[in-house]
């Protein structure tokens, strides 16, 4: 079967840090743009980081950089965002997604889309 699957959210205090996991399978995010996205009620949808795997480029949020880390595995099926001093506004449902072009916010455009993680970041 083909999807993604996010691991890795859950509850952390303010200034705390998280790695997200993403694991592909039917696949490989090998050609492809692997991306992070997250949505909630207050922002909508927001693209937060993009690695393309064909040229080992990295595109970064201005919301989140400097804090967020993409990288993806030496085998191409696993991808992560490490998240490093955490803000409330940061809580959000990420998504990772996969697409040879750049797709933005645009869900619906995406290739692959995953199931999503709750990130919670609270005192």
């Known amino acids: 079967e083909v999807q993604l699957v996010e691991s890795g959210g859950g509850l952390v205090q303010p200034g705390g840090s998280l790695r997200l996991s993403c694991s592909a399978s039917?696949?490989?995010?090998?050609?492809?743009?692997a991306t992070w996205v997250r949505q909630s009620p207050e922002k909508g949808t927001e693209w937060l980081s993009t690695?393309?795997?064909?040229?080992?480029?990295?595109f970064v949020a201005a919301s989140v950089r400097g804090r967020f880390t993409i990288s993806v595995d030496s085998a191409k099926t696993t991808l992560y965002l490490q998240m490093n001093d955490l803000k409330p506004e940061d809580t959000a449902v990420y998504y990772c997604?996969?697409?040879?072009?750049?797709?933005?916010?645009?869900?619906?455009?995406?290739?692959?889309w995953g199931k999503g993680a709750l990130v919670n970041v609270s005192s």
């Open positions: 039917g696949f490989s995010f090998d050609g492809l743009g």
């Open positions: 690695f393309y795997t064909y040229e080992n480029s990295t």
């Open positions: 997604a996969a697409d040879e072009y750049y797709r933005g916010d645009y869900q619906n455009l995406y290739d692959y």
